[in-house]
């Protein structure tokens, strides 16, 4: 079987070892002829899907992961009494990465094996000059290039007229396994550890009616932070924000993936999480195919879309649900609903169903 990936980043590299452990051939189609692994984001696995990903996709080293046992949520102010709180006294919830370390990792293995091979993208390629090449699959997880523009245009959207900023605070030592996320006038901050020395920060900014330059953002996660004695602040990265939900999946034995099937805000760190699932999904797909001695076509993608797209767009609402609903206090100026929630974070059934909610998405 031979399998076409177009994309850079760690989908593409992500789903490309995962058909590769299956021993089907992958063609990896990217644009840049120097990859950058410079980076302050990082990305947060929760645990299920933390431990598929060790066990069917990359053995993730001990040392390019930290472990998060404890979530504190706060409105405005963070030396009032939290919101809610997650914690689980028998596992961890989640895992966060840096993002450049699992890239180098994953290319570095990538690369010496005889079933990968990368291929720089021209400029003059196009579905016509794939076709000869007869690949049974063309999975595209590039939102921007002819094919999504050509197939995958049709899709449910919304402009959060949000940045998020990222960067990574270096300060004292501490015991650093709880992730804090504030919600503050300005929008959702988050804390998130990476190490006893290190902490990531992503801080989604409304930038509707007001802009920030980057001594503003710096002034902020200052004030907003929660017990970190800082020594540096990295460079600030920025992006826009906005939600995304694609109506079609594929055409012919062409299957979009990624960002370009599913955006989502980065309020609750579920876009990877997402995806992760997404993989899970298409690999039992074909791993059932493959143990009848069926052959591998385009019958398999509209399997993967009627397991898929409504899960995914359920979830997604749901995360939209809760960027929107913090936003309700600050908009209509009620402290109300700060009461009610705080009330019901107290019930156990409530944070562990958020708990599992946050772990598995709509599958638990």
Known sequence: ???????????ALSLAKSLINKKINVHYYHKSRNSNFSSNRTIGISKSNFEFFKEKIFQISKNNYWKINRIEIYTDKIDTENLLKFENDKND??????????????????????????????????????????????????????????????????????????????????????????????????????SNIETSVVYSIDVK?????????????????????????????????????????????????????HRIHPVAGQGFNMIIRDIKILSEII???????LHIDALILSDFEKLTRNKNFIFSSGIDFIYEFFNIEKKIKNKNITKILKTIGKNKNFTNLLIKFADRGINF
């Open 1 to 11: 079987m031979n399998v076409c990936i177009i994309g850079e980043g760690l989908t």
């Open 93 to 194: 919830l989640f895992y966060i990465i840096k993002n450049d370390k699992l890239l180098k990792s994953l290319n570095s293995n990538l690369i010496k094996s005889k079933f990968f091979k990368k291929i720089l993208l021209k400029k003059d390629i196009n579905e016509e000059s794939l076709n000869k090449k007869k690949y049974d699959l063309i999975i595209n997880c590039d939102a921007s290039n002819f094919l999504a523009k050509k197939y995958f245009t049709k899709k449910i959207s919304k402009n959060y007229y949000n940045l998020a900023y990222t960067t990574i605070l270096k300060h004292k030592k501490i015991e650093n396994n709880t992730a804090t996320q504030i919600f503050t006038k300005q929008g959702p901050i988050a804390f998130l550890p990476i």
């Open 209 to 261: 009616n007001k802009k920030f330059d980057n001594s503003d953002v710096i002034d902020l996660i200052n004030k907003n932070n929660p017990k970190y004695k800082i020594n540096k602040i990295n460079k600030l990265n920025s992006f826009e924000l906005s939600s995304s939900n694609l109506r079609n999946y594929h055409h012919k034995n062409i299957l979009a993936f990624g960002d370009l099937l």
């Open 287 to 293: 791993e059932s195919k493959t143990e009848l001695g």
